[in-house]
């Protein structure tokens, strides 16, 4: 037998490309690699990329840079070192990475990973390969290639990917140029991917896509099936403890996803509602085609079906046009709503996209000063939100052991780390935890009641097994 080569994989930006770098490394098993978790030493290191503002984007470069020593000194050695670059920036700037970055082998688009190993041998031969073609889909809009299937269990908690792609084309945005059209799952690939999970001791599972409330899937019977539909389908799955769903899309919010939160206690009451701005000029500049009303209209019919039901967003500040009037709308919205946690970030232009041409842009001063008024309004919301929750019992899902012998960690519904000092046989269990204090964003708490008393269930036999 040939030894094992080793591979580096980094990652950068959504939840999508830790998925994607997860189902690199599992398909490259069967092709004798091993996970590496050091460049230096490794046969093939993958950057898995990032395009969505300048900063993330810019980063590969700098990383290849420092890969160039590591690949030289390994040719002194005699070893062979490839780098790869796969993800967003992958496709977006294709073989000018290589004109950039002449260290690079490999270039690779989101939509050909499943060509790996064949790019790999082309490479070795032929000096340098690069793929970065968008399949066509048939009818149902479903690649010819097996698309995302599922990925080995890690753990606790794992992403099934049900949708890819995006069509809604917000001016500011790369992702539709990065990962083309969007695309559904079929239906029974995901029941099947969630039930592989799940019998190897998953037992919450978020439902991934750059528009997942988009999803369409086909079902069994033949019809498109909306999210709302899926998540009733996968509650039913013996093992799902939670379920979760990221990211989604205000103008896509539909009744039956609505209707989920209220009739699935797995449905977890914590939903990412990205909204971008407060001000209707500028959400029309965007084109997000949804009002700053509208999307409040949805918030509450989020909070009709779960009282207990949280959010968070992204923002983006220094939009072009944006003025102090547009700015103290997106503060207003913030206050109005009272976010759980939020994400937000200077505008960045970025090549290709409407936004980029857009003529009245916002000083960098003005951007960092907005950014900070707008990060205070949000920190001081979320560090309240998470206060409510001292004195109350809440349930956890509990993953691993903590930093302290003795400790184990967990989330809550809204993905707050709670410690309690307990057993390690309570990983993969959902337990009461009466919250006694808070640290930074930690909460600290004590099981509400003896572990004994709660019937381990057949999966958890299989945990570290
Ligand atoms: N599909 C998701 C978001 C994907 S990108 C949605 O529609 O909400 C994640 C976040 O990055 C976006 O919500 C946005 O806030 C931010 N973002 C995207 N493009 C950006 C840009 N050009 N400059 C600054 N932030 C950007
Ligand atoms: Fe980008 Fe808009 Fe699509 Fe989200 S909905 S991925 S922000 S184009
Ligand atoms: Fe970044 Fe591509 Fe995700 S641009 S945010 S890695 S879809």
Redesign the pocket.
């Known amino acids: 037998m040939t030894s094992k080569r080793k591979l580096h994989i980094k990652s950068?930006?959504?939840?999508?490309?830790v998925y994607d770098a997860q189902r690199m490394v599992d398909s490259l098993a069967g092709e004798g690699f091993v996970e590496s978790a050091s460049a230096e030493d490794a046969d093939l290191v993958i950057l898995?990329?990032?395009?969505?503002r300048e900063k993330?984007?810019e980063k590969v470069y700098s990383e290849l840079g420092r890969l160039r020593a590591a690949k030289t000194e390994a040719a002194q050695n005699g070893r062979e070192m490839q780098i790869a670059v796969a993800?967003?920036?992958a496709?977006a700037e294709g073989d000018e990475i290589i004109r950039r970055a002449p260290v690079v082998d490999i270039v690779v688009g989101?939509q050909s990973y499943h060509h790996l190993p064949q790019l790999i041998a082309r490479a070795k031969t032929q000096g340098r390969a690069i793929e970065t073609e968008f399949p066509v889909q048939d009818k149902f809009g479903v690649l010819p290639q097996p698309a995302a299937s599922a990925i080995r269990a890690r753990g606790i908690s794992a992403f099934v990917t049900v949708q890819e792609g995006c069509d809604k084309f917000c001016t500011f945005c790369?992702?539709p140029y990065?990962?083309g059209a969007e695309v559904s799952r079929p239906v029974e690939k995901i029941v099947e991917d969630v039930k592989r999970l799940t019998d190897n001791g998953v037992r919450e599972i978020t439902l991934i896509g750059?528009n997942v409330n988009a999803y369409h899937g086909e079902g069994k019977d033949g019809a498109s099936w909306p999210l709302g539909k899926l998540l009733h389908r996968l509650a039913e799955i013996p093992g799902v403890a939670r379920m979760r769903y990221s990211t989604s899309h205000p103008r896509d919010v539909e009744d039956s996803l609505i209707a989920a939160h209220r009739e699935l206690p797995q449905l977890m009451p914590f939903v990412h509602l990205p909204v971008q701005s407060g001000s209707d000029r500028i959400l029309a500049a965007m084109n997000r085609k949804h009002t700053a009303r509208d999307y409040c209209e949805i918030i509450e019919r989020f909070r009709a079906s779960r009282q207990d039901i949280a959010f968070s967003s992204d923002f983006i500040v220094g939009f072009p046009g944006e003025t102090e009037e547009d700015f103290s709308a997106t503060l207003a919205l913030v206050t109005q709503i009272g976010y759980a946690a939020a994400y937000s970030f200077k505008y960045s232009p970025r090549p290709g996209t409407p936004a980029a041409d857009m003529q009245e842009t916002v000083s960098t001063a003005g951007m960092d000063e907005r950014l900070a008024r707008l990060q205070d309004l949000i920190n001081s919301q979320q560090s309240a939100f998470n206060k409510a929750a001292i004195g109350t019992t809440m349930d956890v899902l509990f993953e691993a052991e903590g930093r302290v012998p003795g400790q184990m960690v967990g989330r809550s519904a809204y993905l707050q780390p709670v410690h309690v000092m307990a057993s390690p046989d309570i990983v993969g269990r959902v337990l009461p935890v009466t919250i006694e204090k808070l640290e930074r964003y930690s909460l600290f708490g004590a099981l509400a009641s003896p572990v004994s008393t709660v019937q381990p269930t057949p999966f958890q036999m299989t945990i570290g097994a």
Request: glycine letters at 8%.
């Open positions: 950068y930006g959504c939840q999508m490309n898995n990329t990032c395009h969505i993330a984007s993800g967003c920036v496709q989101p790369v992702v990065t990962r750059q």
